[in-house]
């Protein structure tokens, strides 16, 4: 069974542009979560999508935005890129969206900001 | 809001040593995952482990709920057991399915 994949591996823009990043969720699961891993702030849970809705988000201002797809696939849109913006950030997915439920982790997606 | 604390912050161990990993919450939970994070970044689940004890090989883990404290038990440790290991728990005063993490422990095993 394949896990969560990502892509791409590694992005490299300046500051001001925008960043797409992808997630595919391991086969049957809803739910798809984004957190960001930047140096010296930890891992910080950004957003939540289920079911193509966005369920939850995290302390991260309006120009971080997604979306989940009919498949359950997401994307997550950084707008207006900053500095502070470099980090590693990891997609996880869990079956059913449920609380208490295992959440699967993918390789994750490089950023870094110039 | 919770506060997920973990002890110690660096170990350096001997391969073939046993260690414990510590993970402190500060209130109730639903849900406690243990992950090691690899030199590459990827969050491997090791345990779910909301409450009790459960072993896979060399790694186990307890969660006691009432003390709110969870273990982690590395036996005979290997070179590849280096990494960051992350405790997250689900908070349960706090929105659900968000998994907050502890500021890990930064383990690294000499051959």
């Known amino acids: 069974e394949a896990g969560v994949t990502q892509s791409p591996t590694h992005l490299i823009k300046t500051r001001g542009q925008q960043a797409t990043l992808r997630c595919s969720p391991i086969?049957?699961?809803?739910?798809v979560y984004w957190y960001q891993q930047a140096l010296g702030l930890g891992l910080q849970f950004l957003l939540w999508?289920?079911?193509?809705?966005?369920?939850n988000r995290g302390n991260f201002p309006p120009r971080f935005s997604g979306r989940q797809f009919p498949n359950y696939s997401s994307e997550l849109n950084v707008n207006a890129l900053e500095l502070e913006d470099s980090a590693l950030y990891l997609c996880?997915?869990?079956?059913?969206?449920?609380?208490?439920?295992?959440?699967?982790f993918g390789p994750g997606t490089r950023l870094l900001v110039l | 809001g919770i506060q997920v604390e973990q002890s110690p912050p660096d170990l350096i161990l001997q391969e073939g040593a046993n260690s414990t990993l510590r993970c402190n919450f500060s209130?109730?939970?639903?849900?406690l995952q243990w992950f090691h994070q690899n030199p590459w970044g990827q969050l491997i689940n090791l345990f779910y482990?909301?409450?009790g004890t459960k072993q896979n090989g060399r790694l186990s883990a307890t969660t006691v709920v009432t003390e709110r404290y969870s273990l982690l038990y590395i036996s005979s440790s290997q070179t590849t057991d280096s990494g960051v290991y992350f405790c997250?728990?689900?908070?349960?005063?706090?929105?659900?399915?968000?998994?907050?993490f502890g500021t890990g422990t930064l383990l690294a095993v000499q051959p």
């Open positions: 996880a997915s869990s079956l059913l969206g449920g609380s208490q439920e295992t959440q699967y």
């Open positions: 086969s049957g699961h809803t739910s």
């Open positions: 999508y289920d079911e193509g809705e966005e369920r």
């Open positions: 209130d109730s939970v639903n849900n």
């Open positions: 482990i909301p409450s």
């Open positions: 997250a728990v689900e908070w349960y005063g706090g929105a659900t399915n968000k998994l907050i």
